[in-house]
């Protein structure tokens, strides 16, 4: 049986591609502080396994994008059909 702190960490390199091609996707600046985390959950409706991402600007304004798949299957065609919020 696995344990809360037993988990899988994702790839260090996955983590670096998504963070790289959020921040080409949308144009961020080099201050902006990009969070990756993979979620799991167990409700009904939910994906079994989600990647949210988090991007934080130095004037404290945030966005999040929610990927239904986990860190290390992401790929560029995921990251461009994100839409940015006005």
């Given at each position: 049986?696995?344990?809360?702190?037993?988990?899988?960490?994702?790839?260090?390199?996955?983590?670096?591609?998504?963070?790289?091609?959020i921040t080409?996707?949308?144009?961020?600046?080099?201050?902006?502080?990009?969070?990756?985390?993979?979620?799991?959950?167990?409700?009904?409706?939910?994906?079994?396994?989600?990647t949210?991402?988090?991007?934080?600007?130095?004037?404290?304004?945030?966005?999040?994008?929610?990927?239904?798949?986990?860190?290390?299957?992401?790929?560029?065609?995921?990251?461009?059909?994100?839409?940015?919020?006005?």
């Amino acid at each position: 049986m696995q344990g809360l702190f037993d988990r899988k960490r994702p790839d260090a390199d996955a983590v670096r591609k998504v963070k790289a091609l959020i921040t080409e996707r949308f144009d961020l600046p080099e201050t902006t502080i990009l969070a990756v985390a993979e979620l799991r959950c167990h409700e009904p409706g939910c994906p079994p396994v989600e990647t949210v991402v988090t991007a934080r600007d130095t004037g404290g304004s945030t966005e999040d994008w929610r990927i239904a798949k986990p860190i290390n299957e992401i790929t560029a065609a995921d990251i461009e059909s994100l839409e940015a919020r006005p």
